[in-house]
């Protein structure tokens, strides 16, 4: 859907020739100025726009692919797999650090009954 209408060359000399008429000869090259500073004015707010919605644009595509990036590094096969193996070794972790802590607190050595008894014997 275009929204500017189409001019063709017979269209511009039309125009030219009415305001030629309407403005005058000594004014229309300030108005033929004016017209082409309002025109690079409206062109520039144009880009602006187009610049901001691709900004925007930008912007959701990378926030879609973030979300995206995360769902992949949270749902992959790897990633359960040491999440499922933490969760297992977590008790037997535990459990060893309160062995090594019992064991720092009490630090009289645990004899071996065999070894006790050879040195009962001799």
Do not use: H, W, Y
Not at 19 to 35: F, T
Not at 108 to 119: I, L
């Amino acid at each position: 859907m275009n929204l500017v209408p189409q001019f063709g060359f017979l269209e511009l000399i039309l125009i030219a020739v009415v305001a030629l008429i309407v403005v005058g000869p000594r004014d229309l090259p300030r108005m033929m100025r004016q017209a082409g500073r309002m025109a690079a004015k409206a062109k520039s707010m144009a880009a602006e726009f187009t610049a901001a919605f691709d900004q925007m644009a930008r912007e959701t595509e990378m926030e879609e692919l973030r979300k995206e990036i995360d769902a992949l590094k949270n749902d992959n096969v790897v990633a359960q797999a040491k999440r499922d193996l933490d969760g297992a070794v977590k008790p037997i972790s535990e459990d060893l650090r309160k062995e090594a802590s019992a064991l720092k607190d009490d630090p009289t050595p645990v004899a071996d009954s065999g070894a006790s008894e050879a040195a009962s014997k001799s």
